[in-house]
């Protein structure tokens, strides 16, 4: 007597479903560990001060000067360091809106002029709520 085994004739497939759930878990994981802070990367020293801390202000305006003296407007990098490239970076970046306040950190160890230069566009730009971070004095 001869047993036929049907299973001999069946092709092995491949089920993707599972793949493919998994592919999509992992590009969803590393979209969010990745976008967490665009400017980690950017190294800040900020200068000590004695007060109270400010309360944060909503849509305020980033500007960023490094020690070597480049300029960040929010996640935009300016990519001359002169006024004029400072300016058309922060009315690209600002549009219209003059009302807007806006936080200047500068690094301790950027040269003053850097930051004299960031003050000076910003008021030639008419930004009058500027506000200059500084981190909390160290008490030994």
Do not use: C, W
């Not at 493919?20 to 020293?45: A, K, N």
């Not at 849509?59 to 360091?81: I, K, P, W």
């Amino acid at each position: 007597m001869r047993i036929r085994d049907d299973r001999a004739h069946e092709e092995p497939e491949l089920n993707l479903v599972p793949l493919i759930d998994v592919i999509l878990v992992l590009i969803i994981f590393f979209v969010v560990t990745t976008t967490f802070d665009s400017r980690s990367m950017l190294q800040l020293q900020l200068p000590s001060a004695t007060g109270e801390p400010v309360a944060a202000q909503a849509r305020a305006l980033s500007v960023l000067v490094n020690a070597d003296g480049h300029y960040f407007v929010d996640d935009q990098e300016v990519l001359r360091t002169d006024i004029d490239a400072l300016k058309q970076t922060l009315s690209a970046v600002a549009g219209r809106d003059r009302q807007r306040p806006v936080l200047l950190r500068a690094d301790a160890r950027t040269p003053h002029q850097a930051v004299v230069t960031a003050l000076d566009a910003l008021g030639q730009l008419g930004f009058h709520k500027v506000n200059i971070a500084t981190a909390p004095e160290v008490k030994p």
